[in-house]
């Protein structure tokens, strides 16, 4: 009897851990101010390098020191089993209202390079990612933003799922570059950095904010006709 009372209380606790979820904290910027908080590197197992300054603000940044290889390369991954950002960026976006994802980044590649975002659930797959089409040139802090809609023509790929389905549980948000075919496999090695990551909520459409400012007037109105 024991042991069935044990078994269930582990079943339960699994079921529970399972069904558990984060909901994401927006607005939320990463500017690695103290540490990595946590995000790791294109392979997954080490985390990124904490510069102390000269990252877009003068400030804080996380690094890597990687060769490239294949056609398109993860470079950074702020993932829910790694606990990056405290799971700050982790949840259902659609109902958390998380409207845009921006981040700055560099790199010393003797070419433009090509950005792209990818957003997953906690198994990362399915996913959907979003390609930057303005090659980031070198050596410069650049801004990438991303806007979190399903008409964002950025998005190039939902991996057989849809806009919905993903972005209703998101675990996995990583960064990642388009390989020149010069460079795919070279044993060089180029510096990738990344600052200030971030959510933002989403912005209004233009029909809702034409309500508010109608209630608004309508407020205003009231307020005129009650004064004696």
Known sequence: MSRLILVFALTLCLSLKVVQSHAATVPFTEDFTMDVANWADNSGLNLLSHVAAGGPDGGAYASIDTSLAGTSMVLFRAQ???NSSAHAFEGNWVSDGVGEFSAFVRHDAPVPLTYFARFSSPANFPGATA???APVLSNTWTELEFNIDPGNVE???FEGSSF???FSNI????LGI???EALN???TQFTFDVDTASIAARVPEPAGLFAVHVASLGLTAC???RKP
């Open 80 to 82: 829910d089993e790694f």
């Open 131 to 133: 390609v930057k089409f």
């Open 155 to 157: 998005f190039v790929t």
């Open 164 to 166: 919905g389905t993903i």
């Open 171 to 174: 675990g996995h948000v990583q």
């Open 178 to 180: 388009q390989v020149p």
């Open 185 to 187: 496999g070279s044993p």
């Open 223 to 225: 307020r005129r006709r």
